[in-house]
């Protein structure tokens, strides 16, 4: 690695259920286990045995989550079985803080959100080789009833038309040959190419 200093902005990494992000994200950090860093979510559930605040998550009450939210403090909100989850941008720029580059995997609703604040952050956008490719990986990875598959490729043309914007996102990387995209993440967040020197 060159001593070229690497920004500590925060890398949002978005694309269609299926694309791949997870398979890429669990490579980067592998190879780099020490230069990334996970925002801490908050959630109105309970904590589990051995489960610490500020650690795992964030534990509030739903009022607290309910007030920030209105008051614009966060990414991203969702409810799941009856609780609330989030990310804070304050959780964001805590990883900063701490000298690490957060990524951030979220939804086309998120990185639009983050648009919205002053994180600063650069937009990764991860495409299929083509809409067929995505359908085949979403049933081969078996995770998914026919619903959820035909749910998530309804939103996948969604992403696809966001992603076609220029200016959108700063980096576009088909994920065809795994081993492509991936030198190409990796490039790109280390600014080993032309497109991340000049959003830098
Ligand atoms: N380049 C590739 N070629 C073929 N298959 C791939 C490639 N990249 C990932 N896959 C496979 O596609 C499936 C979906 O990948 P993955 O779970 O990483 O997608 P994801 O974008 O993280 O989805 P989600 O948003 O639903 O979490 C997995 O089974 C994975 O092994």
Redesign the pocket.
């Known amino acids: 690695m060159s001593t070229q200093t690497i920004p500590k902005r925060p890398v949002v990494v978005s694309?269609?259920?299926?694309?791949?992000?997870?398979?890429?994200?669990?490579r980067l950090f592998a190879a780099h286990p020490d230069t990334f860093g996970f925002s801490v979510s908050h959630t109105t559930r309970m904590p589990r045995p051995g489960e610490k605040d500020g650690i795992n998550y964030h534990f509030v009450t739903r009022e607290h989550m309910v007030k920030a939210i209105a008051n614009h403090e966060f990414i991203e909100s969702a409810e799941f079985s009856g609780n609330m989850y989030g990310t804070s941008i304050k959780a964001v720029k805590d990883v900063m803080d701490n000298s690490k580059i957060c990524i951030l995997?979220i939804?086309m609703q998120g990185v639009k959100s983050v648009k919205q604040t002053d994180l600063n952050a650069r937009f990764v956008f991860?495409a299929p080789?083509s809409p067929e490719?995505l359908e085949e990986?979403?049933r081969?990875?078996?995770?998914?009833t026919e619903e959820s598959i035909q749910l998530?490729l309804q939103t996948a043309r969604d992403e696809l038309d966001y992603a076609a914007v220029t200016g959108n996102h700063d980096k576009i990387i088909i994920?065809?040959?795994?081993e492509d995209?991936y030198r190409q993440l990796e490039d790109y967040i280390f600014c080993k190419d032309a497109a991340s020197a000049l959003s830098s």
């Open positions: 694309g269609p259920s299926g694309t791949g992000k997870s398979t890429l994200l669990k995997d939804d991860i080789p490719a990986r979403l081969k990875r078996g995770t998914e998530r994920n065809d040959v795994l995209a």
